[in-house]
């Protein structure tokens, strides 16, 4: 019988499994907003962000999904009368496009099949024209569990379009994957904290850049709620323009002395081993949806070889264990499923969903 | 010394005051958004806020601050050559305009003094030149503690105008002060749960008319993240069109099921008998800044007609006894402070508290 009072474990690729003593930190009594003590846990935990995410320039704490900041980097950083590139490798990088659409603005699509990457020289070929004011990324692709080489793609952007403004999902990608956001000359990207920070859903960083923000002060018409000129304001009271999600917030900074705690590289290689064990898992029982060189560190999307019934797999593991992992996304449902590895999930927890998985479908 | 982890005893009209067990809700564990608990827990919640706000309407759950609902009503159900008639009585009243300005819509404001209430007549002359497709309206400001007679707006309106559009920001009112939204024929009512359900913020309730909703889908340009014909599709399956906040979620669950058990007609009279005592004791002590009867039932905002020092006052009662409450908004700082009383605060929380303002300022 469902019970959401007692919900499996999660292994699904987000919201992905939320530790007790991290869910506790949500249970703290709340601060007023304009107060100093909210000031205070503002202050530290976007200065621990900074540093996480190698930027020295502007982060921001926004109580809402990321896909909140799909719809504010397009209002606020591409202009009525401009176009973005949209660069789609599957439902969420296509999702983006859609959203920058719903803004009314102009959208050429470059499309890739899912499962492919987007790879620089793509990218280049559609900028040569000289017409885009901005490009979407999706660094790493939720629904085919692809990493596209968003490094490599920076390093092209920055060398030959240096005045197209790059805008990166970095949904998936945060903490799980290497982010040197001053370095890689990134203008806006963000993630939500139900993926590798590891926390329940509700809140999303944005890391955006000086120049987009100066871009930001000239665009009409964007809006109160992800206006970033007023972020940018409130930010610099340590402040958000809106009343936060403070319990979040709360989550965020426990978790991000953790990860100092830890080291960055040393939490980037953690999410490596994960992602390797899954894959020598999927390589040897059924197979990988996309190219290995792509695959992500943060979940695989494993491709249904032999024809499993996944939804029902799913389901047997719930009775037994109560314990989920993710069927494929979309129209690549039954095709692949998604197992996560991000966040506080183990080497463990993953063999021990891995020997279940062995166990119901052998 | 400052510590975010300690922080004081909440009397600011929000966030307010959020009792241990409504803070554990918060703790438990999490839920995949797509999944059966989820849906279970959502279509629960949904359901007994239909009944407290009694409408049978559309009840959805945004992962926002009441401040994006603003925009969405603007953006969602008045269309770009449209004018929305802004009526302004406070600090909040005046932000909603800057906002619909700020969506690139015509906006014609309704100003009186702050302090003062916007009345059926005042509204009634505006909307006599037919040019208005939508009217703003702020139930209960809480920078200045006034109701407005938001009852009697809405019958004059039904009556003379039955096609403008009502949008009403409930943020300090809702469950606090008595909603009929339907019998009320509004169009648009939100609130933050930071307010009246007493929990801490980082999630708003917004009530949408199936009229404003046929609208909207005729309204170019909505964007996404506050797209209200979106949000009606996620519903049907009870679901929201992004990854919700699910830790307030079930926070707001609990407080619902508490306040049907309780019986909101209990409810409101429990806000009004609070409203009575501190009104009572500022008329004694000091005086009301807005006329007694649209004195709001669930804060107070109290004249300082003997010159107190407020900042001070509050500062002394944060370092004695740990709490707090809260100087005047904006211009009205030290000309008058507030006192919250909705959600769960008591009578003899507020007792303490007053008698704590005594010993300070006598």
Not at 174 to 194: K, N, R, T, Y
Not at 328 to 348: C, S, V
Request: overall charge neutral; proline content about 4%; some cysteine.
């Amino acid at each position: 019988m469902t019970d959401w009072k007692n919900p499996p474990r999660l292994f699904i690729p987000g919201p992905v499994l939320v530790k007790d003593d991290v869910l506790k930190q949500l249970a703290r009594p709340t601060l007023g907003h304009r107060g100093k003590e909210y000031a205070q846990l503002h202050a530290e935990t976007v200065d621990m962000l900074k540093k996480l995410l190698f930027t020295g320039q502007n982060v921001f704490i926004s109580t809402s999904s990321a896909s909140g900041i799909w719809e504010a980097a397009i209002r606020n950083c591409v202009a009525p009368d401009e176009t973005v590139l949209c660069t789609m490798c599957g439902a969420f990088s296509d999702k983006w496009a859609s959203v920058a659409k719903s803004c009314g603005r102009n959208v050429e699509e470059l499309k890739v099949e899912w499962g492919r990457a987007v790879t620089p020289e793509l990218i280049d070929e559609k900028l040569a024209s000289g017409k885009y004011a901005a490009v979407t990324i999706v660094y790493n692709e939720t629904s085919t569990g692809l990493t596209n080489p968003a490094y490599d793609i920076s390093k092209m952007m920055r060398e030959k379009y240096p005045d197209v403004l790059v805008f990166v999902d970095a949904v998936s990608a945060m903490i799980g994957l290497p982010m040197h956001f001053d370095e890689l000359g990134w203008d806006v990207a963000f993630a939500s904290v139900q993926k590798a920070f590891a926390i329940p859903p509700g809140l999303a960083v944005a890391v955006v850049s000086d120049r987009a923000l100066e871009k930001a002060a000239n665009v009409p018409n964007r809006g109160y709620y992800f206006d970033f000129v007023k972020w940018a304001k409130s930010a610099e009271k340590s402040q958000t323009l809106v009343t936060p999600n403070i319990p979040h917030i709360m989550a965020l900074n426990y978790q991000c002395h953790k990860l100092i705690d830890e080291g960055i590289e040393n939490v980037w290689n953690r999410h490596k081993q994960m992602g390797e064990l899954v894959r020598g898992w999927a390589k040897e029982k059924l197979g990988l949806f996309c190219e290995e060189k792509y695959a992500s560190n943060t979940l695989t999307a494993v491709k249904n070889t032999r024809g499993i019934n996944i939804a029902e797999t799913i389901k047997a593991l719930q009775e037994k264990h109560n314990t989920i992992f993710g069927n494929g996304y979309g129209k690549l449902k039954e095709q692949t499923f998604r197992i996560a590895h991000m966040g506080d999930i183990t080497l463990d927890d993953l063999k021990e969903l891995l020997a279940w998985i062995d166990e119901e479908t052998s």
